[in-house]
């Protein structure tokens, strides 16, 4: 017995648009509104490119055929890849959904780490410098530097 790939079920099928039908499309389940933009909107792009003459008019031939052969690429490029994930071993998929799952929590923050609004840290070298109550240092080439300037 050979095994069915098909992501649309056989009693659907006749509910799906012609564009899927034609194309024979089994793992791109495209909608209504997304069909009418593959083919009747290529073709209303290629007939507005002629109209302008920058294509020749065999691109409203060529530019919903090309979209089709995408359309039906993509859909054999998504039949290969859920054939592949079919074989990985149950145990490397729950290994992945563990490594991919989101960590919620909260991080913690040593208190001296916190800057509050108006209030400078002692620490910073600049800081100390633009204290009005210090005698100024030799300017430097950089704001907070004490090393000498030879230009001076």
């Not at 006749?14 to 209504?32: D, E, I, K, S």
């Not at 145990?91 to 991919?100: A, G, K, L, S, V």
């Not at 910073?124 to 004490?146: F, H, K, Q, Y």
Request: with cysteine.
């Amino acid at each position: 017995m050979t095994r069915t790939w098909s992501t649309v079920p056989t009693d659907d099928e006749r509910y799906r648009p012609l564009y899927a039908r034609v194309l024979g499309l089994r793992f791109v389940n495209p909608g209504g509104v997304l069909c009418f933009l593959f083919f009747e909107g290529a073709v209303a792009l290629a007939v507005l490119l002629a109209l302008a003459e920058l294509v020749t008019w065999w691109a409203v031939l060529v530019l919903p055929a090309a979209v089709a052969a995408m359309v039906k690429l993509n859909d054999m490029v998504a039949e290969i890849v859920i054939r592949t994930a079919a074989q990985v071993p149950e145990q490397e998929r729950d290994r992945f959904r563990r490594q991919m799952e989101p960590v919620v929590g909260r991080a913690s923050v040593p208190s001296t780490a916190r800057a509050l609004p108006g209030v400078a840290l002692a620490g910073d070298p600049t800081v100390r410098a633009a204290r009005p109550a210090d005698p100024p240092d030799e300017p430097g080439p950089w704001p907070g530097s004490t090393r000498h300037d030879p230009h001076r």
